[in-house]
Protein backbone atom coordinates (compact mmCIF):
# COMPACT_ATOMS: atom_id res chain seq x y z
CA UNK A 1 0.00 0.00 0.00
CA UNK A 2 1.46 3.07 -1.11
CA UNK A 3 0.87 6.73 0.70
CA UNK A 4 1.17 10.09 -1.16
CA UNK A 5 2.69 13.18 -0.15
CA UNK A 6 2.68 15.76 -2.32
CA UNK A 7 5.22 19.28 -1.98
CA UNK A 8 6.16 22.05 -3.76
CA UNK A 9 2.53 23.92 -4.43
CA UNK A 10 3.11 27.50 -4.18
CA UNK A 11 1.99 31.27 -5.38
CA UNK A 12 4.08 31.89 -8.59
CA UNK A 13 4.17 34.81 -11.67
CA UNK A 14 2.78 34.08 -14.91
CA UNK A 15 5.89 32.42 -16.80
CA UNK A 16 7.57 31.41 -14.08
CA UNK A 17 8.30 27.55 -12.89
CA UNK A 18 7.65 25.13 -9.90
CA UNK A 19 8.72 21.25 -9.01
CA UNK A 20 6.41 19.09 -7.22
CA UNK A 21 7.64 16.38 -5.57
CA UNK A 22 5.44 13.19 -4.71
CA UNK A 23 6.98 11.06 -1.47
CA UNK A 24 5.89 7.72 -1.50
CA UNK A 25 6.04 5.88 2.11
CA UNK A 26 5.34 2.34 0.55
CA UNK A 27 8.20 -0.42 -0.39
CA UNK A 28 6.87 -1.16 -3.55
CA UNK A 29 7.22 2.28 -5.22
CA UNK A 30 8.86 1.11 -8.09
CA UNK A 31 6.50 -1.17 -9.41
CA UNK A 32 3.98 1.70 -9.71
CA UNK A 33 3.35 4.15 -12.34
CA UNK A 34 2.81 7.63 -10.89
CA UNK A 35 0.40 10.03 -12.38
CA UNK A 36 -0.33 13.67 -11.78
CA UNK A 37 -3.54 15.12 -11.60
CA UNK A 38 -5.08 18.76 -11.27
CA UNK A 39 -8.63 20.09 -9.91
CA UNK A 40 -9.95 23.48 -10.14
CA UNK A 41 -13.30 23.66 -7.90
CA UNK A 42 -16.66 22.63 -10.06
CA UNK A 43 -14.21 20.76 -12.66
CA UNK A 44 -12.99 16.77 -12.88
CA UNK A 45 -10.13 15.89 -11.96
CA UNK A 46 -7.70 16.53 -14.99
CA UNK A 47 -5.20 14.31 -16.29
CA UNK A 48 -1.12 16.45 -16.64
CA UNK A 49 1.03 13.65 -16.77
CA UNK A 50 2.07 10.42 -15.98
CA UNK A 51 5.47 8.10 -16.06
CA UNK A 52 5.79 4.51 -16.34
CA UNK A 53 7.17 2.51 -13.37
CA UNK A 54 10.29 1.85 -14.82
CA UNK A 55 11.02 5.95 -16.03
CA UNK A 56 10.99 5.03 -19.85
CA UNK A 57 7.55 5.75 -20.81
CA UNK A 58 5.58 9.38 -20.34
CA UNK A 59 2.39 10.84 -21.45
CA UNK A 60 1.43 14.16 -21.02
CA UNK A 61 -1.97 16.48 -21.43
CA UNK A 62 -1.73 18.11 -24.70
CA UNK A 63 -2.64 21.89 -22.58
CA UNK A 64 1.46 21.17 -20.65
CA UNK A 65 3.52 19.47 -23.40
CA UNK A 66 6.79 21.22 -23.83
CA UNK A 67 6.47 22.89 -20.76
CA UNK A 68 5.82 19.71 -17.75
CA UNK A 69 8.31 17.35 -17.68
CA UNK A 70 7.53 14.41 -15.03
CA UNK A 71 10.14 12.35 -13.64
CA UNK A 72 10.75 9.83 -10.70
CA UNK A 73 13.56 8.27 -8.68
CA UNK A 74 13.35 4.93 -7.01
CA UNK A 75 15.93 5.11 -4.76
CA UNK A 76 14.01 8.16 -2.96
CA UNK A 77 10.67 6.87 -3.85
CA UNK A 78 9.60 10.15 -5.01
CA UNK A 79 8.45 11.12 -8.31
CA UNK A 80 8.32 14.85 -9.81
CA UNK A 81 6.52 17.07 -12.19
CA UNK A 82 8.93 20.45 -13.14
CA UNK A 83 6.18 23.05 -14.59
CA UNK A 84 7.99 25.84 -16.29
CA UNK A 85 6.32 28.63 -18.26
CA UNK A 86 3.37 28.66 -16.20
CA UNK A 87 0.17 30.19 -17.05
CA UNK A 88 -2.67 31.50 -14.91
CA UNK A 89 -4.95 28.38 -16.49
CA UNK A 90 -2.32 26.01 -14.68
CA UNK A 91 -4.06 26.76 -11.32
CA UNK A 92 -5.33 24.47 -9.56
CA UNK A 93 -4.57 21.61 -6.76
CA UNK A 94 -2.23 19.23 -7.95
CA UNK A 95 -2.27 15.33 -7.15
CA UNK A 96 -0.18 12.93 -7.37
CA UNK A 97 -1.36 9.12 -7.65
CA UNK A 98 -0.33 5.49 -7.96
CA UNK A 99 -1.24 2.74 -10.07
CA UNK A 100 0.04 -0.59 -11.56
CA UNK A 101 -0.87 0.85 -14.89
CA UNK A 102 0.75 3.60 -16.53
CA UNK A 103 -2.75 5.49 -17.64
CA UNK A 104 -4.71 8.93 -18.11
CA UNK A 105 -7.45 8.27 -16.64
CA UNK A 106 -8.02 9.39 -13.06
CA UNK A 107 -10.84 6.47 -11.56
CA UNK A 108 -8.15 3.36 -12.54
CA UNK A 109 -5.57 5.46 -9.90
CA UNK A 110 -5.76 3.54 -6.80
CA UNK A 111 -3.84 5.36 -4.43
CA UNK A 112 -3.70 9.75 -4.00
CA UNK A 113 -1.68 12.27 -2.13
CA UNK A 114 -3.80 14.99 -0.21
CA UNK A 115 -2.80 17.51 -3.01
CA UNK A 116 -0.77 20.91 -3.16
CA UNK A 117 -2.30 24.22 -4.45
CA UNK A 118 -0.41 26.12 -7.17
CA UNK A 119 -1.36 29.56 -7.85
CA UNK A 120 -0.28 31.46 -10.95
CA UNK A 121 -1.09 35.13 -10.98
CA UNK A 122 -0.90 37.38 -14.08
Known amino acids: QEHLVESGGGLVQAGGSLRLSCAAS????????MGWFRQVPGKEREFVAA????????VYADSVKGRFTISRDNAKNTVYLQMNSLKPEDTAVYYC???????????????WGQGTQVTVSS
Open 97 to 111: AADRVLTTHARLYGY
Open 26 to 33: GRTFSTYA
Open 51 to 58: ISWGGDRM
